[in-house]
């Protein structure tokens, strides 16, 4: 089972809290094979993407930021309404290549605080990563995949002694698709009638969870503007308030269910969270433990 596989099989089920599925992100994790073209690098939608409890997902843009942090800041030359899903993503994708990026060394990590949790993701997949999460859950640890094998741990987050078989799951992702067409079809997979929402899972995961460069990220946004069902959201917020795009939800979900709504900046087209829930950081570092 790959990643992306993981956050397909929530596509009819209402998502979980974070604290509930941070203990099982690292047997999730181990669980994940490597592409053909297949998803191994959204390393933990399942588990954390289950922040949100929700059932279906969205796209948004806030105002400007200065946190030197963030790795999709980029200026536009104009500040024009953005009135359909399709302009939107477009201007996020033009951003994206306009902006400077990060090479990171393999034995660094993929930092991210996100509203209650902050997780640290191998840049090569190779080291032990770590997420924790609000209130007392105690930290989860992803083992790294060293030869073929990673460690085992048991509930309480001890080795075992066990190893089983994987693939590093990578948190740079410079291996993926950098055109449209390419991403939409490492998207699709080999399921062809997937629901619009299980793409927009993916979109989540995929840009969540991981560095994407720039050429990656924009044809990541340009993937999404081939997905029928799309509409803006206006006037939404992740700490600060934004526009975005939302996929349907799901027939038959539960009454209470709400689009996820991914948030960036009206202006530069940044990724700052997801509604209610900004992202306060994000970069590369030397060691699990080190902040920014």
């Known amino acids: ?11 009819e089920t209402p998502l979980k809290s974070a604290d509930q599925l941070a203990a099982a992100r690292a047997r999730l994790v181990a669980g994940m094979k490597p592409p053909r073209h297949r998803r191994a690098g959204i390393i933990a ?46 201007h996020a994708a033009a951003a994206a290549r306009s902006k400077p990026d990060q090479a990171p060394r393999p034995d660094q990590f993929y930092y991210v605080r996100d509203g209650g949790w902050e997780a640290w993701f191998s840049v090569d997949g190779t080291r032990d990563g770590r997420i924790i999460t609000a209130g007392d859950a105690a930290p989860s640890t992803t083992p790294g995949c060293v030869d073929g094998v990673r460690k085992v741990l048991d509930k309480y987050d001890k080795p075992t ?100 709504v991914m948030v960036f900046d009206e202006k530069t087209y940044e990724y700052l969270g997801t509604k209610n829930e900004p992202q306060d ?9 080190d902040r920014l």
């Open 1 to 11: 089972m790959d990643d992306l596989q993981l956050v397909r099989e929530l596509d």
């Open 281 to 289: 950081a994000s970069g590369f570092v030397d060691r699990v433990g």
């Open 45 to 90: 939608v399942a588990a954390l993407t289950a922040a949100a409890t929700v059932t279906a997902v969205a796209m948004v843009l806030p105002s400007t930021s200065t946190d030197p942090v963030r790795h999709d800041a980029a200026p536009t030359e104009s500040a024009a309404e953005v009135d359909t899903a399709v302009q939107l993503l477009n």
């Open 161 to 260: 002694g066990a190893t089983e078989k994987c693939t590093p799951v990578r948190a740079y992702r410079d291996d993926l698709p950098t055109s449209a067409d390419e991403m939409l079809r490492w998207l699709k997979g080999d399921n062809k009638d997937r629901p619009v929402n299980s793409y927009g899972k993916d979109v989540l995961g995929t840009f969540r969870f991981a560095y994407l460069p720039g050429p990656q990220r924009a044809a990541l946004f340009e993937a999404a503007t081939q997905v029928p069902g799309l509409t803006v959201v206006q006037k939404v917020s992740a700490g600060r308030p934004g526009i975005g795009i939302s996929w349907p939800v799901p027939e038959g979900s539960a009454p209470w269910a709400e689009p996820v």
